[in-house]
């Protein structure tokens, strides 16, 4: 929401699912674990 504010339609989905995806790649193969929730129609939480 910081960078893109809240239901922007000028940001595809896919480009934040891609950078989310590759995010949460890293921090599984370094923590062990996923530690990004999804929140349907909201975004994404950080839940350690």
Do not use: W
Not at 1 to 16: C, F, L, T, W
Not at 28 to 35: E, Q, V
Request: proline share 2%; hydrophobic share 35%.
């Amino acid at each position: 929401n910081a960078i893109y504010g809240i239901y922007s339609n000028d940001v595809e989905e896919s480009v934040i699912e891609g950078h989310v995806s590759k995010l949460r790649k890293k921090l599984r193969a370094s923590l062990g674990h996923d530690p990004i929730e999804a929140k349907r129609y909201m975004g994404y939480t950080f839940v350690g």
